[in-house]
């Protein structure tokens, strides 16, 4: 249990109250959870699983020591029939279950895990080949952490964009977005459209849609936590017409 607030006494009464009630070991402030490594400095909180990252790589056991540069080649368009099935699928449905978890922290595989993760009911090898790329990818970058700086202010920036038409199986579209909080990012999603979309243009629009939702949440999110916005929040997007 993580228990956070600007006020230490609550913190205390709050613990106080549970330790009468249950038994309960105090491990102090936060540093490690489900895997989510938190440090705190002067400036603000950094979040990383880099931990978790070792682990998942001793996993792996990959044969070599290569790192690569970015975690999917440009344009890869990857189909059910690539490539030969794989013979063992359960290393294959580990192993990217493993990174879906990971992107609670890493956004910059958010895009080719969500790719790969279509695959685990009939992998084949080219889908693996692209999993052990990820993996080349997480070892050259294992440092990198989200920073939360203390001092910000709570304003909401969004970003939208999305591909068209990029499944070649069903010419359906991909819509992504990310959200800042001030300086610290604190939402990020990719995610298939539910249908086909007939222009760049409206793939564009369905991905500002996902976004608009997710931000009317967030406002009253933050309205329950005390922090009124009043001003509209701006959805920014490269369209083009």
Same mark, same amino acid.
């Given at each position: ?12 009464? $709050? !613990?106080?109250?549970?330790? @009468?009630?249950?038994?309960?070991? *105090? %491990?102090?402030?936060? &540093?490690?959870?489900? /895997? ?39 344009? $890869? !368009?990857?189909?059910?029939? @690539?490539?030969?099935?794989?013979? *063992? %699928?359960?290393?294959? &449905?580990?192993?990217? /279950? ?144």
């Amino acid at each position: 249990m993580i228990i956070t607030s600007d006020d230490s006494e609550y913190i205390a009464f $709050v !613990k106080a109250r549970l330790r @009468d009630q249950f038994l309960m070991t *105090d %491990l102090g402030p936060l &540093r490690y959870f489900l /895997g989510i490594e938190v440090s705190s400095t002067s400036d603000g909180f950094y979040i990383s699983q880099e931990k978790y990252i070792q682990n998942l790589l001793a996993r792996a056991a990959l044969g070599d020591k290569r790192t690569v540069e970015t975690p999917m080649d440009l344009n $890869v !368009k990857l189909q059910p029939t @690539d490539g030969d099935p794989l013979p *063992d %699928l359960t290393r294959f &449905r580990h192993l990217v /279950g493993s990174l879906v978890y990971l992107a609670v922290t890493r956004l910059d595989i958010s895009y080719p895990v969500h790719i790969l993760s279509r695959f685990v009911s009939a992998p084949t090898t080219v889908h693996y080949s692209h999993l052990l790329r990820i993996l080349h990818y997480l070892r050259g970058t294992i440092t990198r952490r989200l920073f939360f700086p203390r001092s910000s202010s709570l304003q909401l920036q969004c970003y939208s964009d999305a591909t068209w038409a990029s499944d070649p199986s069903d010419r359906r579209s991909l819509s992504a977005y990310c959200v800042f909080l001030g300086d610290s990012l604190i939402a990020w999603k990719t995610k298939k459209q539910t249908a086909v979309s007939h222009s760049s243009v409206e793939a564009k629009l369905r991905a500002m849609a996902l976004l608009t939702a997710e931000v009317t949440w967030l406002r009253w999110l933050l309205a329950d936590f005390g922090v009124s916005i009043t001003t509209p929040t701006l959805v920014l997007s490269d369209m083009c017409y």
